[in-house]
């Protein structure tokens, strides 16, 4: 599409000679050299009723390519002026250009378009679109002929045209969403991974958003991605200077090294064993999501993680690793809900304070965080270092630690290693009794907790964190319940 002129003879515009809306042309240039005019409607689009109908979810449509063998992609042509604009709506799409004032005749409307396509494959199997994007498959050579003749039929007949350039038919791999598609699986699209391969280390704030888009996109490929790329997110922050030290150099090659190498996805299947593995971090939380094959290996149909807030940084070990799971589970809902599976954390507390037995024993944060996973049918089980790939990714990424990190580091192991039904209650009573922090804890407890940290004795400081969880009183002596405290 060169000149207005060109659109107007395709009937995509027509002249008009005045209008109540009036938005601003943009003009870029397409790899093939033409000239591609874009126009600015974020003013008029505030005035618009949005369509309700949904897009597809990516990882939806992923998840129906499983156990395919070959592949077809369609590029339907000008796919967002096949639908006509009511006479009425078309002054609110008034453009102007350096021969005057014009207006849309057609629709451009994503939602208006995913429907149109819905409804002309609606009931043919072996395809799936996203919005101009069309994949058909099949689980045999034959079985994606007849599929694809038959999508090809069905296009034609609603009198939409192809970019035959763009297509990709009868591959036994090829990219599609951004993502490399064959039947071992997912991967990363080569032409994304060699831009991120070659990207040099950014500048400033706005060269460092870019890179952290374009590698976010293929996070489900890399452990832990948000823990790996926190000293670049360090750098963004709002009281941090722009300068680019060595950890944020370290991460940046790390998270390149990992999206370059990364292992192949599955798509996901519902009649396949499912585990949810969590891992928690000082700065972030993680999951791995994955199925057994006929072999009871496990195979990953993705990763996930997302960084900790602030204040979700002051939490224990023990309600980080919990917060991974309840996170994790709501996460991969679409895929989780109505199923059972497998939820492996490597906190032994977990598989008590995740369940029923929990009830009188978590505090009210993990309880809270129990009720939101009585929705889902799982069964809690303990692994040691059930996320070996994220640990092994957190281990060559060196993160500074606090005095405070560090204790609950010691609790934590204390958790996993300790076994609780060796110790008996008199035993555990009479060591209470013996340790002075213990008695200084009941001491503080009965007096009542002051506002700061450094108004207490510098052996009582590490309770400061959970000094607000609820605390059981009994004739002789006080126990915590916090799983922490109480080791």
């Known amino acids: 599409m060169l000149f207005p002129q060109n659109l107007e003879e395709h009937g995509i515009i027509e002249k008009i000679d005045a209008s109540e809306w009036v938005s601003p042309i943009v003009v870029t240039r397409r790899k093939t050299g033409d000239i591609h005019m874009c126009v600015d409607l974020r003013e008029p689009n505030k005035a618009v009723v949005v369509d309700s109908h949904p897009l597809p979810l990516i990882e939806d449509i992923l998840s129906e390519l499983r156990g395919a063998v070959m592949f077809s992609t369609l590029d339907l042509k000008s796919a967002y002026h096949r639908l006509k604009l009511h006479e009425e709506s078309r002054g609110l799409t008034a453009f102007i250009t350096h021969e005057g004032l014009y207006q849309y005749r057609l629709s451009s409307a994503p939602a208006v378009f995913q429907k149109m396509m819905t409804q002309i494959l609606r009931g043919q199997k072996g395809v799936q679109c996203y919005l101009d994007d069309v994949i058909i498959y099949g689980t045999s050579e034959a079985e994606h002929e007849a599929n694809l ?79 790996v790329v926190e000293p ?133 944060r993990i309880a809270r965080w129990s009720a939101r996973l009585l929705e889902f049918d799982y069964e809690v089980e303990y692994r040691t270092g059930s996320l070996k790939h994220v640990a092994d990714c957190l281990s060559r990424l060196p993160l500074p630690e606090t005095d405070m990190a560090c204790a609950e580091d010691v609790e934590s192991v204390a958790a996993i290693l300790t076994d609780l039904s060796a110790v008996s209650e008199d035993d555990f009573q009479s060591e209470c009794k013996a340790c002075p922090v213990f008695t200084k804890l009941c001491v503080q407890i009965q007096k009542g907790w002051p506002a700061r940290k450094t108004s207490l004795e510098p052996d009582l400081q590490p309770y400061f964190p959970i000094c607000h969880e609820r605390v059981h009183r009994s004739w002789q002596h006080f126990q915590l319940l916090s799983f922490s405290s109480f080791l």
């Open 232 to 364: 670049m997110r360090a750098l963004l922050r709002k009281d941090c200077s722009f300068h680019w030290n060595k950890a944020a150099q370290v991460a940046f090659d790390q998270v390149k090294r990992l999206i370059v190498h990364s292992p192949a996805l599955v798509m996901f299947d519902p009649s396949k064993p499912t585990i949810v593995s969590t891992d928690a971090s000082d700065y972030g939380i993680g999951a791995v999501l994955t199925q057994l094959d006929g072999n009871d290996a496990e195979q990953t149909v993705a990763f996930a993680s997302r960084s900790l807030s602030d204040a979700e940084r002051k939490y224990s070990v023990v309600e980080k690793e919990a917060l991974a799971c309840v996170w994790a589970a709501e996460k991969w809902r679409t895929w989780l809900w109505g199923r059972k599976f497998l939820l492996r954390t490597d906190h032994q507390a977990l598989t008590t304070l995740l369940t029923t037995k929990g009830n009188n024993r978590a505090g009210l």
């Open 149 to 227: 003749r038959a999508v090809l039929h069905r296009i034609n007949n609603a009198g939409l045209k192809l970019n035959v350039d763009k297509c990709q038919l009868r591959q036994t791999t090829l990219s599609f969403l951004g993502q490399r598609i064959s039947p071992e699986g997912l991967l990363p699209d080569d032409s994304h991974v060699t831009a991120i391969l070659h990207a040099p280390p950014p500048t400033d704030p706005a060269t460092l958003h870019s890179f952290l888009g374009l590698s976010a996109w293929y996070s489900k490929f890399v452990p832990n991605y948000m823990t």
